[in-house]
């Protein structure tokens, strides 16, 4: 008698169709390369010659057209380059997620969250016994007619009220959320590239909200000399420029736009990697990149406390380790009563998920 046989799974023996492998790997490029076609069509070419990426079956001009015939890629009629799609645009979101999410299923770091159940609409595995009130599609099936076999035998089959058990819910609140991102030149500097692992992170985040919490609002923030407001689709293209880091703006910008928002959630992720050093006064720059300047701290930390008055909690994610940092950004968490990681561009995605999901689970 033959049974099923199992054997060790082979990763190749999946493999994907060439155009998605190669698909894969361009939507990386072009978050590197700040959506530039062009630039990452050019590094793509020079893989191809190093790792044989194509073969004389279906090479780069290939995907090329393919990427055009499925709409990912096209030729702008003013300027005559090349540009993605919003399809594109997506698709870089999605594997951000995908990329993301995936480290975080297979990550050990401990984070043990404790989630309290109430009336909710996602189902974990807990029940309880039946109270009035609860609707009939909360009832757990299996295990009531086990509790009435227990309790009553199964030759004269009865069930009762004290039978009954349903299935718990976790709560899931309604959140508005403000990114703030760093794009102070000091995000590429020293030789480590922190704009695109936040990028990646905020397009990640914002595909999750957008798909998973459509309730939920998403207002994501650039700041440097200035803040600004962009958009989702903006931030494929997103670059650092020659900006000092100007925290007070983005607060305050943000702040402005939580306001707006209905949901009685409401709470603000900052991606930065350093210490606030510019203020705007008037039409003038007040600037110091020498230490922490008293006059800018202190209007930075009077945002802290307003937003804690405000019932808005900071969580800052400080893409840097430096240990002369951690003063400031304590004195920060502590005066607004929020959270900091120091997290390093490599765990940036994982903190920020988690304290994002753990974040939507509240008792009440």
Known sequence: MRGIQFTRFNPDDNKKPPFQKLLDLFTQLLTYTSGDVSEALQWLTELDKEYNLTNQDYGIGDFIQELRDKGYIRENEESGEIEITSKAEQTIRKNALEEIFGKLKKSATGNHNVRKSGMGDELNAETRPFEFGDGVDQLDITASIRNAQINHGIDSFSISQDDLEVKETDFKTQTSTALMIDISHSMILYGEDRITPAKKVAMALAELITTRYPKDTLDIIVFGNDAWQIEIKDLPYLQVGPFHTNTVAGLELAMDLLRRRRNPNKQIFMIT????????????????????????????????????????????????????????????????NGKAFFSGTDKLGQFLFRDFESGKRKFY
């Open 273 to 336: 990697d350093g210490k606030p050093t510019c203020l705007k006064i008037g039409s003038q720059y007040y600037k110091n990149s020498f230490g922490l300047d008293r006059k800018i701290l202190n209007r930075t930390l009077n945002l802290a406390a307003q937003c804690k008055k405000l019932k808005i909690p900071i969580t800052t994610f400080m893409v840097a380790t430096d240990p002369w940092l951690q003063q400031f950004v304590q004195e920060f968490t502590e005066t607004n």
